[in-house]
Every structure is written in structure tokens, then in C-alpha cells.
């Protein structure tokens, strides 16, 4: 179970440089003033730049590390790491599966758009929440699930050959560094500890090679800068900067498709 264990304390090494980079530093810097709830969510008048909306070189350095790690493993994922964290986990398990990260793979994300919302301090308001969500997984689908088509690694336990990266892993990585540009680090720590617990029970399940999660972490983290970066171009375009803009309106429409077993949600918005 070694491998078990060095697998647990890489995660939790990663994670915790990740906190400390020198983009939360910046982060950290901005504080909204205190304002109801109800104009810093809806008025797009309050809206203001924020450090952590301009890039920094620097902040490529951690999802860097992990997407180079997960496609060296990639190259052959059959390698000893991989076999080795695999035989660990499936000995864990003992055929046994969880099918939480099913569900907590969205908790990150959501988050991050409803808890300005409910009285958390937020650096941005709703509308631009919104945005830097949609930009961050815009990003995070077209790296993610462009890997997998390119890239047709097989799966563990040989399902399909879509396992390069982790899907799910992506995704809540990217909902954990969105909580953590937003909120700042103790909402980020509850995501990073979400989105961990998603990649580790990836591994439990035997869905993924340890390189997928890597991968997928990394992609995650990036997106969610991306996003961040973008909201800048992305408010000249949307003139959400026009304080003579009247009012908004955003529709979100769930959809279910019972004979491909598909989800698909579709978003309206006029600014």
C-alpha cells in the first residue's frame, strides 16, 4: 500500500503549492467594499478590475506541471506508476465501486457561481461569475474531450479507450480554482479537497491511469485561469461595463435525452 500512500501525500504536496502560488497573492489583494448583496450581484455598474483578471506568466507554472506529468504518462500508460497506483487502489476497492464523484464533480462549480449570491464576499459580481464559468469550462470541454479523441487511451478496466484525461477530474478542478480565484483560500481549500476526493475515487472506481487525473487537474486549473483572464475582453464585448444598460436576462434550460442517456443544458442571456 506504499504506493497508496505516495500517491495521497503528491496530491496533497501539489495542492498545497498550488494555494500558495504567487496568483493567489494577487488575488488576495482585492477586496470588494461592503455593499448589499443585491447591487453587488445585479448591478453592472459595480463591477471593477481585478488583479487576478490579468495574466501572469507565473500562474502557468502549477497546471504546467501537472499536464506535462499526465501526458508523459500518457506516452505509455502502461507504466510502472501507473500499474503500480492501479494494483494499489484496485486492492483498495477490492472490486467494490462509489459512484459519488458522479455528483461531486459539479459541487466546486456550482458553488462558485451561488455563493455570492447567498452573502459570501465576491470579487465579481453575478454576471461576471457567469462568464468566467462558461469561458473556464468552454476551455475545460475543448482541451478535455479533444484529448480523448486525439489521444484514444483504454481505460482500466477496458470500457472504451476515452480514459486521457479524467472528464470528471477536469471539471472539478476547474469549479475548485474558480472558488479559489473568487472567494479566496479557505473556500479554495474546500474545493481542492472536493476535487481530490473526485480524483482519487476516479482511480477507486478503475476509470482512469494515475496520468489521467494528472492531466485532468491540470486542465482544470487552466481553464479556470482562462476564464479569469478573459473576463476583461469579454465585458467591452458583452458591454457589461454600461451603467445605462437597463436591466438582464438569463435562462437556463436542462434537457435530457432518454434514449442516448444524455444531459445537455442550454443557456440564454441578454445583457
Known amino acids: 500500500m506504499k504506493y497508496l500512500h505516495y500517491t495521497y501525500k503528491f496530491i496533497s504536496i501539489i495542492t498545497l503549492f498550488l494555494l500558495m502560488s504567487p496568483s493567489q497573492a494577487l488575488c488576495a489583494t482585492t477586496v470588494l467594499d461592503s455593499v448589499e448583496i443585491s447591487q453587488r450581484e445585479f448591478d453592472i455598474s459595480s463591477a471593477n478590475?481585478?488583479?487576478?483578471?490579468?495574466?501572469?506568466?507565473?500562474?502557468?507554472?502549477v497546471p504546467g506541471i501537472f499536464m506535462v506529468s499526465g501526458l508523459a504518462g500518457a506516452i505509455d500508460y502502461k507504466n510502472s506508476l501507473n500499474r503500480s497506483v492501479n494494483d494499489a487502489f484496485t486492492d483498495l476497492s477490492d472490486g467494490k465501486t462509489c459512484k459519488i464523484d458522479d455528483y461531486l464533480r459539479f459541487l466546486p462549480s456550482a458553488s462558485h457561481l451561488l455563493f455570492g449570491s447567498i452573502g459570501v464576499k465576491s470579487k465579481h459580481n453575478f454576471k461576471e461569475r457567469l462568464l468566467i464559468s462558461a469561458t473556464s469550462h468552454a476551455a475545460m470541454l475543448i482541451m478535455g474531450y479533444g484529448s480523448k479523441f486525439i489521444i484514444k487511451e483504454q481505460r482500466p478496466d477496458m470500457s472504451n479507450d476515452h480514459s486521457f484525461p479524467s472528464g470528471h477530474v477536469a471539471l472539478a478542478f476547474t469549479g475548485a480554482e474558480l472558488l479559489r480565484q473568487e472567494y479566496g483560500t479557505a473556500y479554495g481549500i474546500a474545493g481542492y479537497a472536493v476535487a481530490t476526493s473526485v480524483a482519487l475515487l476516479r482511480l477507486y472506481?478503475?476509470?482512469?491511469?494515475?496520468?489521467?487525473?494528472?492531466?485532468?487537474?491540470?486542465?482544470?486549473?487552466?481553464?479556470?485561469?482562462?476564464?479569469?483572464?478573459?473576463?476583461?475582453?469579454?465585458?467591452?464585448?458583452?458591454?457589461?461595463?454600461?451603467?445605462?444598460?437597463?436591466?438582464?436576462?438569463?435562462?437556463?434550460?436542462?434537457?435530457?435525452?432518454?434514449?442516448?442517456?444524455?444531459?445537455?443544458?442550454?443557456?440564454?442571456?441578454?445583457f
Open 49 to 61: 478590475d481585478t488583479l487576478c483578471d490579468k495574466f501572469n506568466s507565473k500562474q502557468l507554472i
Open 205 to 270: 472506481n478503475n476509470k482512469h491511469w494515475f496520468n489521467d487525473v494528472l492531466m485532468g487537474a491540470g486542465i482544470g486549473i487552466l481553464s479556470a485561469r482562462i476564464g479569469c483572464w478573459l473576463l476583461p475582453f469579454e465585458r467591452k464585448l458583452f458591454k457589461i461595463n454600461n451603467k445605462n444598460a437597463k436591466s438582464s436576462t438569463i435562462a437556463i434550460t436542462p434537457t435530457y435525452n432518454i434514449a442516448d442517456k444524455a444531459l445537455s443544458v442550454s443557456l440564454f442571456a441578454v
